[in-house]
């Protein structure tokens, strides 16, 4: 083991397969500027939301910064609004609701500052320093040592000291099937969450900018292959130390996880429908077929370990494992991350819905709680990873519990999200980092006007599920009506997708709905309403009745 050293990172080049090598100096908006022209959703039975929505809009433009000089980051970014670093996980995140205000906010290209930082053997740190572009050195490998967690062995956060004595070197023992004869240049705090891929692809669905999906297809497979070098485990499963979820009760004896192992079977998922757009669209990728054996086998494989050794058939839930294989038996949300990877089967997902739906574990006054209710950590006023209610884990239910078919509980949760942070907002002016299950209030939140990632509730699901608006992958408008809460009237102007913009009101009388399209572009409109789909061209203007 080398002496403690930070100054080799400054030694090595990084970047290498990422094409943008310098600052494109785009265009930063102020609110001010752009308002007119950004989305405005409404529905006539909850203006709160409509309140909430503004604030949050004004909050996250105040959050964008052009990257300061010599910090080598490459594009405009939008800010986790933590601390004053930039966070992989965070942006990721933020990214899915900036899709909607494109291209007025730096919303998928603030991950750019993130692949211009990748070092060679794939790794990609998920936090740097803001102004200096610089590494959070606690999470820089400094000895060369085989993997390691800074974190358990040494930081003291929210009453939790040293969480677990885990000791990672067993990954390099040959007799386990595998060697790794390279250390990783960041700690294992450093590697969670590969969820890039995912945040690229709901850009993706949303702007149809397959030049992008080019762009970072080799980071990101590269990215995903350091993950396989540094991080799996003979088991097939995926090592983390506390999977950012920094106070968690999962977290004594954590080692194999749940939520990262889906999600690396979600990264493979989504690099090979990556690499079946470009093939479609005319920018196949050089070797294609030897990738796609080798992300299926590796899809396949974190697939079959987590159903046969994290699902329990006594509880029907699924588990962490600790360094002995034993289920660490503690419910939490990261277990939801089998719904959007595709892991749970049919049987396994229909149990999830029903944890979802249970009073007595996730469907808590504010849905959806980080640590199920009925387990002894939980702490109704949030208590951070405990059980407060934290916008990621929100975004990933919702978007996997819609692609598995379960629309409706989806729109449900995500409606409870949006009203209560609304209601929350009304009584405390600000939106906060995260919130308790069991009152409407902060809780025990210490990070006010957190627009950062908790503006997903008012922005995205506001207009996605309050309003009903998407898109079809054939580049058609989509729009889920409803009428919440016996509202007279719903509307956006200014939806943005895939290059288009309409405006869209829906007013109900007693008889009928009227509905007015009007775009800047023609475009198709698929119109879900009592069970029927009413299919619309518009060229200019529109107005049908159902």
Partial sequence: MRAKDYTFLDKLDRGMYFGKKSYDNAGLYSYEEVK???????????????ECYDYALKILFRNTHRPASGSGYVSNFVDAAFNKDIFLWDTSFMTMFCNLLHPYIPGICSLDNFYCKQFEDGEIPREMVRDTGKDFLLWVNAYDSPLYSYFNNHYSYRGLSKMKDVDYS?????????????????????????????????????????????????????????????????????????????????????????????????????????????????????????????????????????QNLLWDEETHFYYDLDQNMNKIKIKTAAAF????????????LEWLCRYLNDEKTFNRLHRVPSLAAD?????????????????????????????????????????????CIADIFKTTGTIWENYPADY??????????????????????FIRYGVGLSQDMDGSLLWNLRFTDNAEEVSCENYWWMGKTATVKAVRDSDSVTVMLKGKEPFTA?????????????????????
């Fill in 36 to 50: 007119d022209k950004l989305p405005h959703p409404s529905v006539s039975s909850h203006p709160e939301w409509r």
């Fill in 337 to 348: 991350w089998t719904i959007i990877s595709g892991v749970a089967g049919p049987e396994e």
């Fill in 526 to 546: 698929k119109i879900l309403y009592n069970g029927s789909v009413h299919t619309v061209e518009v060229t200019d203007e529109a107005v049908i009745r159902l």
């Fill in 170 to 306: 067993e990954l390099y023992k040959p007799d386990l099937g595998r060697t790794v004869g390279k250390h990783p240049y960041l700690t294992l705090d450093n590697l969670n969450h590969p969820i890039l891929a995912f945040a690229e692809w709901q850009s993706y669905l949303q702007t149809g900018d397959t030049d992008r999906l080019r762009m970072v297809f080799l980071p990101l497979l590269q990215y995903f292959r350091a993950f396989v070098y540094h991080l799996k485990h003979v088991s097939g499963l995926y090592v983390t130390d506390w999977a950012s979820m920094d106070n968690s009760a999962r977290n004594k004896g954590l080692y194999l996880a749940v939520d990262t192992s889906s999600e690396m079977v979600l990264f493979a998922d989504h690099l090979l429908k990556i690499m079946d757009v470009l093939e479609k669209c005319g920018k196949a990728i050089e070797g294609g077929q030897a990738i796609r054996e080798e992300l299926t086998r590796e899809h396949d494989e974190t697939k079959s370990a987590i």
């Fill in 440 to 461: 409407l209030n902060q809780g025990k939140s210490d990070h006010p006007d957190m627009v950062g990632w908790s503006g997903m509730a008012p922005i995205r699901f």
């Fill in 375 to 419: 387990e002894s950590a939980y702490d109704g006023e949030g208590d951070y990873w405990n059980g407060s209610v934290w916008a990621p884990l929100n975004t990933m239910i919702t978007i996997g519990l819609e692609e598995r078919g379960e629309y409706e509980l989806a729109r449900v949760i995500a409606l409870n999200d949006t009203s």
